[in-house]
């Protein structure tokens, strides 16, 4: 069965950056179904880039790995121009690389801080100027940033990532200001609560947290991975060529509400 043409992404290119595991190789999975040739980006390891490809390029596929740290200029602007001599043109960039602290504020470190804010809010931009300027030439480009729940909502311990997730949103915003003009759309989704391998431990009947993730949601659920492949595809291709600057909460409804009473 041929694809809808508005999430039609055959012939296009695809960065995915912190995608060896969890959400974002679940996303490179979503980009390549529909058609994409997926690159596969990490910074720690050689081996589960290569786990990653091969897990798409058995599926049948088409998908190659880059390693490179974001937060370094020099090697960004080396791999982008690596990527589209052998691989093609970028055409849509997924800044989901990021990392987080679960530390109190008080306890917080500057140095902590500041490799917090490094990953998740300057990385992107570092990862961005290199890939849009060529977006630019061309006059065509998608750019999903990966934002978050805590773009909106605070929470215990997690002030600096809550803070370069609160600073994504409006770097997506202030992009899209700046390059709608040139037919770039620049849009976030930020995940809710995912059934991952992190959150494995957790995950099991009777985990204060999981219970209350369960009760706070009102899907009453954790999500899937899967479910935020929708929202890729989306945002990735031509339907969404007129949306610009926004961020997609896919959270199974978290966001809509204060949550149950406690009595309820």
Request: proline share 3%; net charge negative; hydrophobic share 45%.
């Amino acid at each position: 069965m041929s694809q809808h043409p508005l999430f039609d992404l055959t012939g296009k290119v695809a960065l995915v950056t912190g995608a060896t595991h969890g959400l974002g190789l679940a996303m490179a999975e979503g980009l390549a179904s529909a058609g994409a040739t997926v690159v596969i980006n990490g910074h720690s390891s050689q081996e589960k880039i290569a786990r990653a490809v091969a897990q798409l390029t058995d599926q049948g596929y088409k998908a190659v790995g880059y390693q490179f740290n974001v937060c370094d200029e020099t090697e960004v602007e080396q791999a982008v121009s690596q990527i589209e001599t052998e691989v093609g043109a970028i055409d849509i960039l997924v800044n989901n690389a990021g990392i987080i602290k679960r530390i109190p504020l008080l306890e917080l470190s500057v140095e902590d801080w500041q490799q917090v804010i490094h990953t998740d809010l300057t990385g992107v931009f570092i990862m961005s100027k290199a890939v849009v300027k060529n977006m630019v030439a061309r006059k065509q480009g998608k750019v999903i940033n990966i934002c978050s729940m805590m773009s909106e909502l605070g929470r215990d311990s997690v002030g600096a990532y809550a803070a370069a997730k609160g600073g994504l949103k409006m770097l997506t915003q202030n992009m899209a200001t700046e390059w709608a003009r040139h037919n770039i759309q620049v849009n976030g989704i930020g995940p809710g609560y995912f059934a991952t391998e992190q959150t494995a431990p957790i995950r099991v009947p009777g985990n204060p947290m999981n219970e209350f993730i369960i009760q706070r949601t009102p899907a009453g659920k954790w999500g899937d991975p899967n479910d935020l492949q929708g929202a890729a595809i989306f945002l990735a291709g031509g339907a969404s060529d007129f949306i610009n600057g926004q961020v997609v909460y896919v959270d199974g409804g978290i966001l809509a509400t204060i949550g149950k009473p406690a009595n309820e």
